[in-house]
T-cell receptor, first 115, second 113 residues
Framework: AQKVTQAQTEISVVEKEDVTLDCVYE???????LFWYKQPPSGELVFLIR??????QNEISGRYSWNFQKSTSSFNFTITASQVVDSAVYFC????????????FGKGTRLSVIA | GAGVSQSPSNKVTEKGKDVELRCDPI?????LYWYRQSLGQGLEFLIY????????KSGLPSDRFSAERTGGSVSTLTIQRTQQEDSAVYLC???????????FGSGTRLTVV
């Protein structure tokens, strides 16, 4: 069975601090896809990144970076120099095979960035 | 439209009444998913449609929940005899054939009183 665990329920940081959101996953598949989504107060889910199980390279996009480690089944997300606009709930998710199968979501981490 | 459209955006209903939630996916997207997000919780998978295949209903919490997708496009999620625990945001997503790319709608906030 697939499972995604986001152990941090809520995190609060002061603006400009770096913050890492943890994600640990479980799957028996050798081919799978990992995702991060942002859900701002408006409620809409915003896609951030998709990574397949064969690509362990870390990725950086502006202030966002992702660390994928198959050895620890983790796909952690770091925001550098956080800003108030980063305040949201962040979800890690997993899908098997092609990536167009239903996503299994973690329970989310609520990030509050304080000015 | 350019995105996934859901209606209504908000729905308040009395316990015991039936409700219908609508999802209009992106044109050409063959896969359609329904999720439920209860207060403070993650997203719970409900049902998945892929093309003309039989839907994956494994996430539906009870037989009061059903969904259909007409003509491979619009989908309706029906909840019969609503209960207070059905109160949640119901999110719909669609994805194109052969490649990844889930696009989520803004959701329908259902409140059962």
């Amino acid at each position: 069975a697939q499972k995604v665990t986001q152990a941090q329920t809520e995190i609060s940081v002061v603006e400009k601090e770096d913050v890492t959101l943890d994600c640990v996953y479980e799957t028996r598949d050798t081919t799978y896809y990992l995702f991060w989504y942002k859900q701002p107060p408006s409620g809409e889910l915003v896609f951030l990144i998709r990574r397949n199980s064969f690509d362990e390279q870390n990725e950086i996009s502006g202030r966002y970076s992702w660390n994928f480690q198959k050895s620890t089944s983790s796909f952690n997300f770091t925001i550098t120099a956080s800003q108030v606009v980063d305040s949201a709930v962040y979800f890690c998710a997993l899908s098997e095979n092609s990536g167009n199968t239903p996503l299994v979501f973690g329970k989310g981490t609520r990030l509050s960035v304080i000015a | 439209g350019a995105g996934v459209s859901q209606s209504p955006s908000n729905k308040v209903t009395e316990k015991g009444k039936d409700v219908e939630l609508r999802c209009d996916p992106i044109s050409g997207h063959t896969a359609l998913y329904w999720y439920r997000q209860s207060l403070g919780q993650g997203l719970e998978f409900l049902i998945y449609f892929q093309g003309n295949s039989a839907p994956d209903k494994s996430g539906l919490p009870s037989d009061r929940f059903s969904a259909e997708r007409t003509g491979g496009s619009v989908s309706t999620l029906t909840i019969q005899r609503t209960q207070q625990e059905d109160s949640a945001v119901y999110l719909c997503a669609s994805s194109p054939p052969g490649r990844y790319g889930y696009t989520f709608g803004s959701g329908t906030r259902l409140t059962v009183v």
